[in-house]
Nanobody, 125 residues
């Protein structure tokens, strides 16, 4: 499985960005898909996840109400709409995929088997 993330960039605080991550190869529409981020000098942290049916979504407390995760199973693509961006949202954002029905929490990055290359998001104050 290959994941190609795009949509990052430089934006002012309060602005918006939309990240996309297209999956190819041995993908399944039943896979869970998620976004993580890593700021300089910090550990990778969970941002949001969505299950295959798009019924269940999960968010880190720090992004609830500002970010929205969605997916298009026909295109094997997951999106992250980021609104009201803050300087503390600055990080490299990674998309990730794991098999469905995992017993691990959606926020457990070790449970994801495939990762994209990351896209830089920089929010200026």
């Amino acid at each position: 499985v290959q994941l190609q993330a795009s949509g990052g960039g430089l934006v002012q605080a309060g602005g918006s960005l939309r990240l996309s991550c297209a999956a190819s190869g041995r993908t399944r529409s039943s896979d869970d898909m998620a976004w993580f981020r890593q700021a300089p000098g910090k550990e990778r942290e969970f941002v949001a996840a969505i299950n295959w049916s798009r019924v269940s979504t999960y968010y880190a407390d720090s992004v609830k109400g500002r970010f929205t995760i969605s997916r298009d199973n026909a295109k094997n693509t997951v999106y992250l709409q980021m609104n009201s961006l803050k300087p503390e949202d600055t990080a490299v954002y990674y998309c990730a995929v794991r098999a469905p029905f995992s017993l691990a929490p959606y926020s457990d990055y070790a449970s994801y088997h495939y990762w994209g290359q990351g896209t830089q998001v920089t929010v200026s104050s």
